[in-house]
T-cell receptor, first 114, second 111 residues
Framework: SQTIHQWPATLVQPVGSPLSLECTVE??????LYWYRQAAGRGLQLLFY??????ISSEVPQNLSASRPQDRQFILSSKKLLLSDSGFYLC?????????????FGEGSRLTVL | GDSVTQMEGPVTLSEEAFLTINCTYT??????LFWYVQYPGEGLQLLLK?????DKGSNKGFEATYRKETTSFHLEKGSVQVSDSAVYFC??????????FGTGTKLQVIP
């Protein structure tokens, strides 16, 4: 069966510090991968998605970046965090190709920027 | 572009009350529709889905019917429990397009 894990689960970082959140998927090949952010009291905002290694699409211009160095690994990064980067970050995957569109989410990473 | 509109929360109900969370969408063609649930401190998980008009998705006592004529996918449950307290997200996807989520509706069930 397929599983998705992301870490760390909780992170407290000072403004201006770097960020690296990691996500890995097991039990499937060539998945679509996604990073979402959920700010307090708000809905889900798609940040990045990837359909293959090295292929990243950005949905929202900001100081975050994403990389996909391996087929089932997706990394969210920042060189300098802002207060507004605080939130709950969710990684998700879906099968490649046409399907019913279900997304499978990780457990989430809560980032607090102070 | 595609969009999903959900009723604003929070919704507070007593245990065993009837639940309705409204969801309407805007999209061309025939999207697939979803309800996801997020329990406190966790990621989202799929609750139910419907892939074509008039389909009814159901799971754990929750139901939603894909109404093409009213572009709606309202979530219902006949008798809620405290354990149903969570945030519920309505979502759609058209073909290969990305999934579009509503803003979420927080449900609190009190004993």
């Amino acid at each position: 069966s397929q599983t998705i894990h992301q870490w760390p689960a909780t992170l407290v970082q000072p403004v201006g510090s770097p960020l690296s959140l990691e996500c890995t998927v097991e039990g499937t090949s060539n998945p679509n991968l996604y990073w979402y952010r959920q700010a307090a009291g708000r809905g889900l905002q798609l940040l990045f998605y990837s359909v293959g290694i090295g292929q990243i699409s950005s949905e929202v211009p900001q100081n975050l970046s994403a990389s996909r160095p391996q087929d089932r690994q997706f990394i969210l990064s920042s060189k300098k965090l802002l207060l507004s980067d605080s939130g709950f970050y969710l990684c998700a995957w879906s099968p490649q190709g046409f399907n019913t569109g279900e997304l499978f989410f990780g457990e989430g990473s809560r980032l607090t920027v102070l | 572009g595609d969009s999903v509109t959900q009723m604003e929360g929070p919704v507070t109900l007593s245990e065993e009350a009837f639940l309705t969370i409204n969801c309407t969408y805007t999209a061309t063609g025939y999207p697939s529709l979803f309800w996801y649930v997020q329990y406190p401190g966790e990621g989202l998980q799929l609750l139910l889905k419907a892939t074509k008009a008039d389909d009814k998705g159901s799971n754990k006592g929750f139901e939603a019917t894909y109404r093409k004529e009213t572009t709606s996918f309202h979530l219902e449950k006949g008798s809620v429990q405290v354990s149903d307290s969570a945030v519920y997200f309505c979502a759609l996807r058209r073909g290969y397009q990305k999934v579009t989520f509503g803003t979420g509706t927080k449900l609190q069930v009190i004993p």
